[in-house]
């Protein structure tokens, strides 16, 4: 007997994976027919935690219909349309590109100034294709505790409000900012990302401390002892919602963009384009550009701006 259902994968392990049918808790693992595994030629991982899909199950003569999934290892047969997700190329030469997760309401990025220092174009990568595929985004400056120089904190929280964003000033050591965090991530599919280091885990724990991402990754016993490496992985927060901790990124290549569209997934060029003399207009050399004026008002940041001629200039070692 065949049983056909739909779940939501929750953790990613290479070539087997978990899922749940949410909003209910209760894990099984599934493995991928190889047709669907080949059915997106692009990107290096076909099925991304967060991805609703539908699967069926062989139940053994004589079991009821459902039976128990540890009985029989459930088959992943279709990966349902995304509602959105978030995508980066390699940033090697190679023309792959990674889902990171789909199906989001937030993404949570984690930077701090120091240990490690963020690198502003590296974000304005993430934000940059947070906005081309419709993804909210909060920024957590964490680590706050450890800045002397607080203007540098006021500076990061100007050019990126100033921006559009919200930015959340956390301190897992001091508690600053945890209990806004939570409130914001109550009730929501949330990614929290960032490069290595941040405490993305610990923010996490800190938000939730029945979890710990750091050493209670879901029992692997699940995946029948298998050796697994674990990508993403998502829990249940006990207020309301979802959390998917990832690891470090080192790097974040832009996917499927023009020159052209760059300027459209900053927030703040969008809102002057309209007043540019020349439309379209790259807001690089053109006279009358609306943005290039703002930018020598301080209306604009100039890092910000930097970035983006950054992504105009780049040499293809990120596309």
């Not at 023309?95 to 701090?112: F, K, P, T, Y």
């Not at 957590?140 to 990061?156: E, H, I, M, S």
Request: with cysteine.
């Amino acid at each position: 007997m065949i049983y056909n259902g739909e779940a939501t994968v929750v953790k990613n392990a290479g070539s087997h994976f978990l899922l749940s049918e949410l909003p209910q808790w209760d894990l099984f693992p599934a493995v991928l027919r190889g047709k669907v595994r080949l059915s997106h030629s692009s990107a290096t991982n076909p099925v991304a935690v967060g991805d609703r899909v539908r699967y069926s199950v062989e139940c053994p003569d004589g079991s009821p219909v459902p039976c128990s999934r540890g009985e029989a290892p459930a088959v992943i047969t279709e990966v349902l349309d995304r509602r959105n997700y978030l995508i980066r190329r390699s940033t090697n030469l190679s023309r792959q590109s990674h889902v990171i997760a789909a199906n989001l309401d937030q993404a949570v990025i984690a930077v701090s100034l120091l240990f490690p220092e963020i690198k502003l174009p590296f974000l304005d990568r993430i934000l940059v294709t947070c906005e081309v595929y419709r993804l909210p985004v909060l920024i957590v400056l964490n680590k706050v505790d450890l800045y002397p120089d607080y203007d540098a904190v006021g500076d990061f929280c100007r050019i990126y409000g100033g921006a559009g964003y919200k930015v959340l000033r956390t301190s897992v050591r001091t508690g600053e900012g945890i209990e806004e965090l939570r409130a914001l991530c109550k009730d929501k599919m949330n990614l929290v990302s960032g490069e290595s280091g941040v405490g993305k885990s610990s923010l996490v724990k800190a938000m939730d401390p029945g979890l710990d991402p750091k050493i209670g990754k879901i029992s692997a016993a699940h995946l029948q002892g298998r050796h697994t490496t674990s990508l993403y992985e998502m829990y249940p927060l006990s207020f309301g919602g979802y959390v998917i901790d990832s690891p470090g990124l080192r790097g974040f290549g832009l996917v499927d963009l023009e020159n052209g569209e760059i300027s459209k997934y900053f927030p703040e060029m969008l809102r002057l384009a309209d007043d540019c003399r020349f439309i379209p207009c790259t807001h690089t050399h053109e006279p009358g550009c609306a943005v290039k004026k703002a930018l020598e008002e301080g209306l604009v940041s100039s890092e910000r701006y930097n970035s983006y001629l950054g992504m105009l200039e780049q040499d293809g070692k990120f596309r």
